[in-house]
């Protein structure tokens, strides 16, 4: 197999190079370069918005092994995926399986990779590779062949969440109570998990005024990138604190409502991507598997007088989760959809929806 594939390289803004072999979309790219721990589910993974702009590391050894599923759709969205394409800038593996095996694969990674036009590396020193990241922090890459010429960037300079939110307001109809979906780069599960739930979700672009919608709930989505870019949505979502509709914030959901409670966030060495970050729930001796995917963080020391964390990362202890004292106002940093990963803080979604009554 690798004497088929052409040569590529890895390289970092601290110059340092990664030789591998090319699959997918035989093309360069250019991005931040992070990691993720995941055994599985880069299906999910590789289409989640939050994503965009990145050249995702896979420091599980093994991928490609059981395939892409097919376009299967459920309420309009598709059932396997968590966006419409493939979000990530580049992928970058230890060893790539060329045969897969799935009762549901309908192509291998490769050749999905080749819809997409996504560049992907393998027979990198991914172990290497991560240590490197975890020591210097996330850094800018760009994913090379021999003659290519390309210039680093840095995609959290952009507004990335304007690039990945729907433009115009999309209506899954579903129940007689409605939540708002302000769209950051919303995956599909967030907005399954209510569908679920009988509520019809209006998803709205991520600048849409919504503080004279009549809804039952706001929900502020997952989203790629700096959540301070948002200003449209962090003052829409200052102007709907002043009321009661609950309002329940997802990743960078949940940035958006600390600032707009007059927090701060602040940019994480290199993020938790994961399906097995442990949540402690404060005041409690409680630990949640979760998984999560951002490189920003709040900081709970800014929150307001009105405002507690109401989880923390047990590993680095940053914040994961805020809540408002009084009011139905919470956030959480992981993804209690999972997709990939384990959905024990799904109960999240039912204790806004007991809010919301």
Aim: hydrophobic residues 35%; proline residues 5%; charged residues 25%.
């Amino acid at each position: 197999m690798v004497e088929s594939r052409k040569h590529v390289k890895l390289v970092l803004e601290d110059g340092s190079v990664f030789s591998g072999y090319t699959f997918g979309s035989e093309c360069s790219a250019v991005g931040e370069v992070v990691f993720n721990t995941g055994m599985v589910g880069y299906p999910e993974t590789l289409t989640d918005p939050s994503y965009r702009g990145q050249i995702v590391t896979m420091t599980y050894p093994l991928i490609g092994n059981y395939g892409v599923p097919g376009n299967d759709k459920e309420d309009c969205l598709l059932r396997f995926f968590e966006s419409d394409k493939i979000q990530v800038e580049g992928l970058i593996i230890s060893d790539y399986s060329e045969q897969y095996s799935h009762w549901n694969a309908k192509k291998s990674l490769s050749t999905w990779l080749q819809e997409n036009n996504v560049a992907g590396i393998f027979g990198v020193d991914t172990r290497e590779l991560t240590k490197k990241l975890r020591t210097k922090g996330t850094m800018l890459g760009k994913i090379i062949h021999e003659y290519a010429k390309k210039s680093f960037h840095d995609p959290n300079s952009e507004n990335l969440v304007a690039k990945v939110s729907v433009k115009e307001p999309v209506t899954y109809v579903k129940g007689k109570r409605t939540i708002l979906l302000v769209d950051c780069g919303s995956k599909n599960s967030l907005i399954r998990a209510f569908l679920k739930r009988d509520f019809t979700v209006k998803r709205v672009p991520w600048d849409f005024d919504f503080t004279t919608e009549k809804v039952d709930g706001i929900v502020l989505s997952n989203g790629p990138g700096d959540p301070k870019k948002c200003k449209e949505t962090i003052t829409h979502t200052t102007d709907a604190l002043s009321g009661t509709i609950p309002i329940l914030g997802i990743c960078l959901g949940s940035q958006i409502l600390a600032l707009a409670a007059g927090a701060n966030t602040y940019k994480l060495k290199y993020g938790h991507r994961s399906q097995n970050q442990p949540c402690m729930e404060v005041g409690t001796n409680r630990c949640y598997i979760t998984p999560q995917n951002h490189g920003y963080a709040v900081d709970a020391d800014t929150l307001p007088q009105d405002w507690r964390e109401w989880f923390y990362n047990g590993n680095d202890q940053t914040n994961e989760g805020i809540k408002h004292i009084s009011k139905p106002f919470f956030g959480a940093q992981f993804h209690p959809e999972a997709s990939p990963g384990p959905d024990d803080t799904e109960f999240l979604f039912d204790l806004f929806v007991r809010a919301m009554k």
